[in-house]
C-alpha cells in the first residue's frame, strides 16, 4: 500500500473550514485514498474515500488532485466535536485491502 | 451507517490469565474482519486479517499461537489473547469489512493486565 504524509498537526478556528492535506506522491491505480479520524480512547470512524473525482458527504469533502499525488480533507464548518487524529490512507477498494496508518494528523479546533 | 460492536471495552486482569473479546458487525456481513493493536501516543498497527472460515493470516512479529482469532460467521470474529501479560497491555480495535464497503471500526478494547 502506498505510504502517506501528513501534517503532525493543525489548529483550526470554530466554525471556520478546515483543510487537512495529505501526500501519496507514489499512489498505484487501483489504490484509493480513504480518510477515518479518531477521537481519543475510541475507534476510528470512517469520514470519506475517493479514487480521483471530488467526493462530497455529510460528514466532509475531498478533493483530490489531478495528478492523483495528493488529496484535501475539508470540513467546512469545523466544531468542538471535530478535534481528532485524523489518517489518510491509500489503500486498494476491497480485496487486498490492507491499511497502514501513519501518525495522522491531530486537528485541534479551538473556540 | 455501518455498525460494528466489539465488547468488552475494558478489561482489567492478572497476568497469566486469556482474555477473550469480541468483534461484530450489527448490520452488514462482514467477509473480512481486521485486528489492530494501538500503543500510547501510537498509530493503530494491524495484526491479522481473518476472512470468514478461513485461518487468519498474521503480520510479522504477531504470534499466532498467543493471539488466537477466529472468524466463525460472516458477523463475528474474536481475538483470544492467551497466558496475558503487563507487555499486552494496549488498546485492541477490530474492524470489518462487507461488500463494497469500506472498513468500519469498533470502538476498541483496553486491555490492561496486572
Known amino acids: 500500500d502506498a505510504k502517506t504524509t501528513q501534517p503532525p498537526s493543525m489548529d483550526c478556528a470554530e466554525g471556520r473550514a478546515a483543510n487537512l492535506p495529505c501526500n501519496h506522491s507514489t499512489i498505484s491505480g487501483n489504490e484509493y485514498v480513504y480518510w477515518y479520524r479518531q477521537i481519543h480512547s475510541q475507534g476510528p470512524q470512517y469520514i470519506i474515500h475517493g479514487l480521483k473525482n471530488n467526493e462530497t458527504n455529510e460528514m466532509a469533502s475531498l478533493i483530490i488532485t489531478e495528478d492523483r499525488k495528493s488529496s484535501t480533507l475539508i470540513l467546512p464548518h469545523a466544531t468542538l466535536r471535530d478535534t481528532a487524529v485524523y489518517y489518510c490512507?491509500?489503500?486498494?477498494?476491497?480485496?487486498?485491502?490492507?491499511?497502514?496508518f501513519g501518525p495522522g494528523t491531530r486537528l485541534s479546533v479551538l473556540p | 451507517g455501518a455498525v460494528v460492536s466489539q465488547h468488552p471495552s475494558r478489561v482489567i486482569c492478572k497476568s497469566g490469565t486469556s482474555v477473550k473479546i469480541e468483534c461484530r458487525s450489527l448490520d452488514f456481513q462482514a467477509t473480512t474482519m481486521f485486528w489492530y493493536r494501538q500503543f500510547p501516543k501510537q498509530s493503530l498497527m494491524l495484526m491479522a486479517t481473518s476472512n470468514e472460515g478461513s485461518k487468519a493470516t498474521y503480520e510479522q512479529g504477531v504470534e499466532k499461537d498467543k493471539f488466537l482469532i477466529n472468524h466463525a460467521s460472516l458477523t463475528l470474529s474474536t481475538l483470544t489473547v492467551t497466558s496475558a501479560h503487563p507487555e499486552d497491555s494496549s488498546f485492541y480495535i477490530c474492524?470489518?469489512?462487507?461488500?463494497?464497503?469500506?472498513?468500519?471500526f469498533g470502538d476498541g478494547t483496553r486491555l490492561s493486565i496486572l
Open positions: 490512507i491509500a489503500a486498494p477498494a476491497y480485496y487486498g485491502q490492507n491499511f497502514v
Open positions: 474492524s470489518c469489512r462487507g461488500a463494497n464497503q469500506p472498513q468500519h
